[in-house]
């Protein structure tokens, strides 16, 4: 359009605080939203029970397993709903469209792991007159955040025989937490000598479990073995069985508001939860059979490179579009899975960095998200030149303002960073490399990987409306 013909007042980007135009209506659901997402991250302390209170959801909404619908042998046809589950890790949810899949889908991806301490494969030992429990930690952290802090611990033993025993541990008020000690300032002159990284080391993170001996004198490290007692009585494992077990030490407790105005979340998790939330409770919110296929990832591993069996670095997509391309058409053709796949387009669901004006040399503030604007268009990420990213291209972003601006959504972009400053990534790439159009969309975050992360119900809101409005969009793909 030319210039000629935009009115002055419309040249300029202006960056606003959502609440001044915010309804009382939408401040309503904005409060009910939030509320079940707090209660959905409450519950949701690893990805295993992200996954689960995911599939209970999608249950209750009429979806079915697609390992059901496969053993039927049924033909998907439009409005179908199904789930598909990866180890009881990932997750993808589908809505089926009015449009064959072959036309492309439109997906929203986020991950339900997060920085944790897991415990080693022989993690129990007794010294100084304590039974600890050793820990390697998951994901990027700043180590000395994990020290002094109620630690909770969940997670599964699972016996040679298949036998699954689910823990959890620290999360009711009567329940005991764990914790990790640290030197007191006394005594913590070298210490502090020392920098951030190197105050607190991965072999320092170490948790104490216990400190009343066995009752019987005759043990070697009754301490520890008192430990093993009550793990014996209420659980019915041994020693041995932790080389078989995926525990994970996280904060103890649940979200809380924030503020005398509770417009902030305190949670532990919201890395990637938040996002994940946002798109599942989207996909739930459809009250209408899409154009497009509607799908939702839930997916694990992302802080640690998306490898592995249940990390979007898997054949678990592809694979999953194979079954049902073969179950919609009678046959998975290979060029049907591929343009199926390549003709999507996606959010990578994911949080960015909020400008935090406690430490503002970090940001480039005009490009840094801020609270309460929204959610954040993120068009790539990295470190440095732009290394790991997938750079949504111009038409694809142009196509998500599209989007937002019809469906009423507040939105920003923004970058984690200063330039040279650090950097980060997401599954974009990973999802990128079928050939879709994919951009990062998600929740600004202050405090992010921290025990405790803090988001804004009205950037979530509004990430939730954008995702709704995104999967509903009927426009013909490229």
């Not at 008020?173 to 105050?199: C, T």
């Not at 990128?432 to 159009?437: E, I, K, V």
Request: aromatic share 8%.
């Amino acid at each position: 359009m030319p210039a000629s013909k935009h009115s002055k007042k419309n040249l300029s980007c202006k960056r606003e605080n959502g609440y001044e135009k915010f309804s009382p209506a939408e401040a309503k659901k904005m409060e009910e939203i939030s509320k079940s997402y707090m209660e959905f991250l409450g519950a949701s302390k690893t990805e295993r029970e992200a996954h689960d209170e995911a599939v209970k959801l999608l249950s209750a909404a009429g979806y079915r397993n697609l390992e059901d619908v496969i053993r039927e042998g049924a033909q998907l046809k439009p409005g179908d709903k199904l789930y598909r589950s990866c180890s009881g890790k990932t997750l993808l949810a589908l809505l089926i469209g009015k449009k064959p899949l072959e036309e492309g889908l439109h997906i929203i991806g986020g991950h339900t792991d997060a920085p944790r301490l897991d415990l080693k494969q022989n993690p129990l030992y007794e010294n100084g007159e304590l039974a600890l429990l050793d820990t390697h930690y998951y994901g990027g952290i700043k180590k000395y955040q994990w020290v002094t802090i109620p630690l909770a611990l969940h997670g599964v033993f699972v016996k040679p025989d298949g036998e699954k025993i689910t823990v959890s541990i620290g999360e009711k008020e009567d329940e005991p937490v764990f914790y990790i000690s640290d030197l007191l300032p006394h005594l913590g002159q070298d210490q502090a000598k020392k920098s951030l990284s190197e105050g607190i080391t991965g072999e320092d993170l170490d948790i104490i479990a216990g400190s009343r001996p066995a009752r019987d004198k005759n043990r070697k490290e009754r301490i520890k073995y008192g430990v093993l007692e009550l793990l014996a009585e209420k659980y019915g494992v041994t020693e041995a069985d932790f080389m078989s077990a995926e525990l994970e030490a996280v904060p103890a407790g649940k979200p809380r508001e924030v503020g005398l105005d509770r417009s902030l979340i305190a949670g532990y998790g919201h890395d990637d939860r938040i996002c994940a939330y946002a798109g599942l409770k989207a996909l739930l919110d459809l009250d209408k059979i899409p154009e497009y296929a509607a799908c939702v990832l839930l997916c694990d591993k992302e802080e640690i490179g998306s490898m592995g069996a249940t990390g979007m670095q898997s054949n678990f997509f592809e694979n999953t579009m194979s079954e049902l391309c073969a179950l919609q058409t009678g046959a998975a053709g290979e060029l049907a899975v591929k343009r199926a796949m390549s003709r999507s387009r996606m959010l990578s669901a994911d949080v960015n960095a909020a400008f935090d004006p406690l430490y503002p040399s970090v940001s480039e503030k005009k490009n840094a998200a801020l609270i309460n604007h929204g959610t954040c268009i993120t068009k790539y990420t990295g470190a440095r030149g732009k290394s790991q990213s997938s750079d949504a291209s111009a038409e694809f972003a142009a196509e998500v303002r599209r989007i937002f601006d019809a469906g009423k959504v507040a939105w920003q972009t923004g970058e984690l960073g200063k330039v040279d400053q650090g950097g980060g990534g997401t599954i974009a790439m990973e999802m990128a490399r079928y050939g879709m159009d994919v951009i990062d969309c998600g929740v600004p975050l202050l405090s992010m990987h921290a025990p405790w992360e803090l988001a804004a119900k009205f950037d979530f809101y509004m990430t939730w409306k954008g995702f709704l409005a995104f999967l509903t969009d009927a426009r013909k793909q490229r």
